[in-house]
């Protein structure tokens, strides 16, 4: 079984929608997670991060961990064709200090079509 | 806004030569990062260096991958005898170190290395 496991999609949605971007993981360990926009050719830009279980809201991003279930979320509201990107899941297991490895999923290509 | 840079954009090489990537983290960061994403798969952790040395490394970084702050600002990824399979985009990363909080990661927009 894979350490993160992600929808590579490509998910196709209208201006608008509501977006819903999910990761699953293994390792029960993993107390940090994280979400990363990359735009084609480029670096991943940290969207959102959060700690445990429990929702974080940014405008119009909402960040969900249930370590239960070992499963994240991403939601996006009121999507817009400048969303479109691929949306890495990203994760460490070490909370405080540095030097953190981050395990990565291999993207949610997302397009927001006009 | 303070980020992370990274020369050169695009560099090409022939098999079996060395190769340098150069990276200036955040001027206030203290642990540096190089992750690399092959074409069409996820992004890899290869090292992570604190304090002149090396705080982890994957097994993917082996003997012919280096790295090194020779200065105050800047931190290179050197692989001494590329190989085609290490075709692949390389990003750096830098975070601050964080008494009792989170480690938030700042990536560059990376080097796509190509070895013919």
């Known amino acids: 079984q894979k350490e993160v496991e992600q929808d590579p999609g490509p998910l196709s949605v209208p201006e608008g929608a509501i977006v819903s971007l999910n990761c699953t993981y293994s390792?029960?360990?993993?107390?940090?997670f994280m979400w990363y926009r990359q735009y084609s050719r480029k670096g991943p830009e940290l969207l959102m991060y959060?700690?445990?279980?429990g929702n974080k809201e940014d405008g119009r991003f909402t960040a969900q961990v249930d370590k239960s279930s070992k499963y994240i979320s991403l939601f996006i509201r009121d999507s817009q064709p400048s969303d479109s990107a691929t949306y890495l899941c990203?994760?460490?297991?070490?909370?405080?200090?540095?030097?953190?490895?981050?395990?990565f999923g291999t993207g949610t290509q997302l397009k927001v079509e006009l | 806004e303070p980020e992370v840079t990274q020369t050169p954009s695009h560099q090409v090489t022939q098999m079996g030569q060395e190769v340098i990537l150069h990276c200036v983290p955040i001027?206030?960061?203290?642990?540096f990062y190089w992750y690399r994403q092959i074409l069409g798969q996820k992004v890899e952790f290869l090292v992570s260096?604190?304090?002149?040395?090396?705080?982890?490394k994957s097994e993917i970084f082996d003997d012919q991958f280096s790295v090194e702050r020779p200065d105050g600002s800047n931190f290179t990824l050197k692989i001494r005898s590329t190989k085609l399979e290490d075709s692949a985009m390389y990003f750096c990363?830098?975070?601050?170190?964080?008494?009792?909080?989170?480690?938030?990661?700042?990536f560059g927009p990376g080097t796509r290395l190509t070895v013919l």
């Open positions: 990363a830098s975070s601050e170190a964080a008494s009792g909080g989170a480690d938030t990661q700042y």
């Open positions: 390792n029960s360990a993993f107390q940090y």
């Open positions: 959060t700690y445990s279980s």
């Open positions: 990203a994760m460490s297991d070490i909370l405080t200090g540095g030097g953190n490895k981050l395990t």
């Open positions: 001027s206030n960061h203290l642990y």
């Open positions: 260096f604190y304090n002149n040395e090396i705080s982890e």
